[in-house]
């Protein structure tokens, strides 16, 4: 389990035994299932990256919504939406193997994760790395309910690919984008697991 979880786990859980304790059995029956669950959503199951190399993981667990043409500071490439329910693992990963050129945090709105708008509006945090082969850009996106992005990594680090850099709370999505050049491998509706589903690969 991520460490931040058991400071939202330990309070309805240690509440939920007293409550039990005096025989309140109903209201501590549910801050135990409260308790459960948040322990269930902080969840950080180990993952193994493919051995391929010229693989590009997918930088969380969930289901992608959209594959699209997308420009970025003028380069063209392609953008992959990955949507996260409250059922999924909330833990990021790094889809490539490289040094963290720039993190930038942005504010913004509180849209639904699953609308479109909420990649360009929403609150964020976007790591720009640097890979050997090409540059892959990747956002953290608060949605309606997630409005805690954590962040475990700094501008200048190095990270191998399927390597773990952060986590959003409670719903949410992660955009990634590729450059030209990169053969994309996924379609919208497929679901993902991060740091071990292949999204891509470099040609």
């Given at each position: 389990?991520?460490?931040d979880?058991?400071?939202?786990?330990?309070?309805?859980?240690?509440?939920?035994?007293v409550?039990?304790?005096?025989?309140?059995?109903?209201?501590?029956?549910?801050?135990?299932?409260?308790?459960?669950?948040?322990?269930?959503?902080?969840?950080?199951?180990?993952?193994?990256?493919?051995?391929?190399?010229?693989?590009i993981?997918?930088?969380?667990?969930?289901?992608?919504?959209?594959?699209?043409?997308?420009?970025?500071?003028g380069?063209?490439?392609?953008?992959?939406?990955?949507?996260?329910?409250?059922?999924?693992v909330?833990?990021?990963?790094?889809p490539?193997?490289?040094?963290?050129?720039?993190i930038?945090?942005?504010?913004?709105k509180?849209?639904a994760?699953?609308r479109g708008?909420a990649?360009?509006?929403?609150?964020?945090?976007?790591?720009?790395?640097?890979?050997?082969?090409?540059?892959?850009?990747?956002?953290?996106?608060?949605?309606?309910?997630?409005?805690?992005?954590?962040?475990?990594?700094?501008?200048?680090d190095?990270?191998?690919?399927?390597?773990?850099?952060?986590?959003?709370r409670?719903?949410?999505?992660?955009?990634?984008?590729?450059?030209?050049?990169?053969?994309i491998?996924?379609?919208p509706?497929?679901?993902?697991?991060?740091?071990?589903?292949?999204?891509?690969?470099w040609?």
């Amino acid at each position: 389990m991520v460490k931040d979880g058991y400071k939202f786990a330990a309070p309805p859980l240690l509440l939920g035994i007293v409550a039990v304790l005096f025989h309140w059995n109903w209201p501590g029956g549910v801050l135990i299932f409260l308790g459960m669950f948040v322990v269930f959503f902080f969840r950080d199951p180990e993952r193994t990256p493919p051995p391929d190399e010229d693989a590009i993981v997918s930088p969380a667990d969930g289901r992608v919504m959209e594959v699209v043409e997308e420009s970025l500071g003028g380069k063209p490439g392609r953008r992959i939406s990955v949507f996260l329910s409250i059922f999924d693992v909330h833990v990021n990963r790094s889809p490539v193997a490289g040094r963290i050129t720039a993190i930038e945090y942005r504010t913004g709105k509180f849209y639904a994760a699953m609308r479109g708008r909420a990649s360009a509006e929403n609150e964020q945090n976007i790591f720009h790395v640097q890979a050997d082969r090409g540059e892959v850009v990747f956002k953290q996106i608060a949605g309606w309910v997630a409005r805690r992005i954590v962040c475990w990594k700094s501008s200048g680090d190095s990270v191998v690919r399927g390597e773990r850099v952060g986590m959003i709370r409670f719903g949410s999505r992660v955009d990634i984008w590729l450059p030209e050049g990169v053969e994309i491998l996924v379609r919208p509706g497929q679901y993902v697991a991060g740091g071990t589903s292949v999204l891509a690969r470099w040609k």
